[in-house]
């Protein structure tokens, strides 16, 4: 078992569509990391956090460290929206080391 | 947008020829990473660095060695490179002076044959 699940894998939606990709972990954690990454392109760091909630324009970042458990909404999606959502946590031993959930693709249809 | 710039951006070669990737960074962060990323299998640690000559070994290390003999640049080699190392190879900086957010580099596409 991955000490990482995202779910859904995929997920398709209609333009202005409220998104969620849910992402839970088995280990202790210091933080965790959601990662945007667009179609042969590179990764771009959306948030960090270690608890409560960010928000960043459309896109807001839960964390509940009690259950293990982070969510990623995306407000008004957008055909741009359109990318692999990567969730990421730190270990609590060590340099930073990050362990990756496997991704969500994400599509918005205009 | 981070300084973190690598190179090559794409390499072809042949089964057993030694390859080496290079990480540069302009941000005086402490710790550099290398992720490997393959299909079904996301992103995956490969080395990473705490400081100059610091490093140790990620989840995926075999096959591969790695140096920092300066802050800003952190080599990757494949001693004798293998088509199971054909992958997409990322690297990372993050110091906790900036929160240790990651910021990674464009990639590398490495194709053995």
């Known amino acids: 078992k991955n000490e990482v699940e995202q779910s859904p894998q995929n997920l398709t939606a209609q333009e202005g569509e409220f998104i969620t990709i849910n992402c839970s972990y088995s280990?202790?954690?210091?933080?965790l990391h959601w990662l945007q990454q667009h179609p042969g392109g590179g990764i771009v760091s959306l948030f960090m956090?270690?608890?409560g909630k960010k928000k960043h324009g459309r896109l807001i970042a839960t964390i509940n460290i009690q259950e293990k458990h982070s969510s990623l909404h995306i407000t008004a999606s957008h055909p741009r929206d359109s990318a692999v959502y990567i969730c990421?946590?730190?270990?609590?031993?060590?340099?930073?080391?990050?362990?990756f959930g496997q991704g969500t693709r994400l599509t918005i249809n205009p | 947008d981070a300084g973190i710039t690598q190179s090559p951006r794409h390499k072809v070669t042949e089964t057993g020829t030694p390859v080496t990737l290079r990480c540069h960074q302009t941000?005086?962060?402490?710790?550099m990473y290398w992720y490997r990323q393959d299909p079904g299998h996301g992103l995956r640690l490969i080395h990473y660095?705490?400081?100059?000559?610091?490093?140790d070994k990620g989840e995926v290390s075999d096959g591969y060695s790695v140096s920092r003999s300066k802050t800003e640049d952190f080599l990757l080699t494949l001693e004798s490179a293998t088509s199971s190392q054909t992958s997409v190879y990322f690297c990372?900086?993050?110091?906790?002076?900036?929160?240790?957010?990651?910021?990674f580099g464009p990639g590398t596409r490495l194709t053995v044959l």
């Open positions: 990372a900086i993050s110091d906790p002076l900036t929160g240790n957010e990651q910021f």
């Open positions: 280990v202790g954690i210091s933080a």
């Open positions: 956090l270690s608890s």
């Open positions: 990421a946590v730190v270990l609590v031993q060590g340099a930073q080391k990050l362990v």
């Open positions: 941000e005086n962060h402490r710790y």
């Open positions: 660095s705490y400081g100059v000559k610091d490093t």
